[in-house]
């Protein structure tokens, strides 16, 4: 399943205040804040802000610490799984994970696992494909080959309940189809396309939803910092390409606010405008509002067609128990939509908003990543319950990610790259 940053370098300043919620200044901006956000249709911003300082602090009496001093850039280290790449390995995680949290499950169900290659067996991606019931009229499902050629779609997660069996048909550029195949799920299979195909997308829509309670400030000033330069860096893979850029920020009932949508935006001055006025506040107890947050994106206007949405979700702690089952939906939501939720562990991240973000990863061909402890900055992070990783600069992973997604080619870290590793890591796949 294919799914689908550009702010300059911005100057962090650490000066230490409390601020209240962003205040639009511009008469007619629209910013939705509420618990249920309605989604924002327009693709131009919907507020813009006085140039101020960034302030990113905590509420001296919250309970989830504190933040003190600017985080540098290109401090930040961090590893990833790829859960779809180890799926047997994830299944009993999920398994023994449930039972300890009290949390529900997904319920992914037996994946559809294919690789489509080229005649030459070269891989195939970003090949569109569609994928039906055996002997039904329509599809359930319409997605691209991603990177490496590789599909892992779940039928049940796209509301076709549990097959034993699928059919798939591939399509050329021009629209005619070129293979067809009857696959068993839960197994890996390959098909061979009688033409080469690679993947060259049309845009790339990347929704931020940012946890903004009192223990982010290191991560929101890493975001304000360098996020727009890495993904331009990564847009480099893919000349042409069209961006824009999506923000959710979120807190918890009883905070400034709960959820604030900005909707979309193809300035990349104006998401530096919105990332500069984010700050770290509230939250006083260890749930957020992460459903409300995760629904308010998903809901936004998605591009069509061939292309990359992709969501980076930031957070160091789950939705409130009640809500658990709520973002698991919001992340079925956004398997339909075929838009790829990537995660990002943070500060004092712990087993439950672990066992939430990597169900919403896997389901939708994201992936997991983590904050690890090895640059000696913000609060502690805890160890993630994975057999393998590699640490790294945090933005180097981001932009390995972001360079997967556009050019359809996995992208590894290089032996220089390499802080620390983990386990038997190859190619994303743990070998312990």
Same mark, same amino acid.
């Given at each position: ?22 205040? +639009? ?175 060259? +997308? ?231």
């Amino acid at each position: 399943m294919r799914p689908s940053l550009s702010i300059l370098p911005l100057a962090y300043v650490s000066t230490l205040a409390l601020m209240a919620a962003c205040t +639009p200044t511009t008469e007619g901006a629209r910013v939705v804040v509420a618990e249920e956000p309605a989604p924002v249709v327009a693709e131009a911003a919907v507020a813009v802000y006085e140039e101020a300082a960034p302030v990113v602090v905590a509420d001296e009496g919250s309970a989830r610490g504190s933040y003190a001093g600017a985080v540098r850039k290109g401090v930040m280290t961090a590893g990833d799984i790829d859960d779809s790449l180890n799926l047997a390995d994830f299944t009993r995680y999920v398994k023994r994970a449930s039972g300890q949290t009290g949390l529900p499950q997904l319920g992914l169900g037996a994946p559809v696992l294919v690789r489509l290659t080229g005649p030459d067996g070269s891989p195939a991606p970003g090949a569109r494909y569609t994928l039906r019931r055996p002997g039904a009229a329509e599809p359930f499902h319409t997605g691209y080959a991603g990177p490496g050629g590789r599909i892992a779609d779940f039928s049940q997660v796209l509301g076709a309940g549990s097959l034993g069996s699928v059919e798939i048909r591939v399509f050329g550029d021009d629209g005619q189809e070129i293979a067809r195949d009857v696959v068993k799920t839960g197994k890996t299979a390959t098909i061979a396309l009688p033409e080469h195909a690679s993947w060259q +997308p049309d845009f790339l829509d990347l929704m931020l939803i940012v946890d903004t309670t009192g223990s982010m400030g290191d991560e929101i000033a890493f975001l304000q910092r360098e996020l727009i330069g890495i993904t331009r860096a990564a847009a480099r893979k893919a000349p042409g390409v069209s961006i824009r850029y999506g923000l959710v920020a979120y807190r918890d009932h009883g905070d400034d606010y709960v959820v604030k949508n900005y909707g979309f935006t193809s300035d990349g001055g104006q998401m530096a405008g919105w990332l500069r006025n984010l700050t770290a506040d509230g939250g006083g107890d260890y749930p957020e509002a992460a459903a409300a947050a995760l629904r308010a994106g998903v809901g936004l206007n998605w591009r069509a067609g061939k292309g990359e949405r992709l969501m980076l979700h930031v957070a160091d702690a789950p939705p409130h128990d009640g809500d658990a089952a709520n973002y698991l939906r919001a992340a079925k939501a956004a398997a339909a939509e075929g838009v790829q939720i990537f995660t990002l562990g943070a500060s004092g991240v712990a087993e439950e908003s672990e066992y939430l973000m990597r169900q919403a990863s896997v389901a939708t061909g994201g992936r997991y990543l983590f904050l690890t402890d090895d640059s000696g900055v913000g609060n502690a992070h805890a160890e993630p319950t994975i057999p393998c990783y590699q640490v790294t600069k945090l933005s180097r992973l981001l932009t390995r990610v972001l360079m997967t997604e556009l050019s359809g080619q996995r992208q590894e870290a290089s032996g220089a790259d390499i802080i620390r590793e983990v386990g038997s890591y190859s190619g994303g796949i743990c070998r312990n």
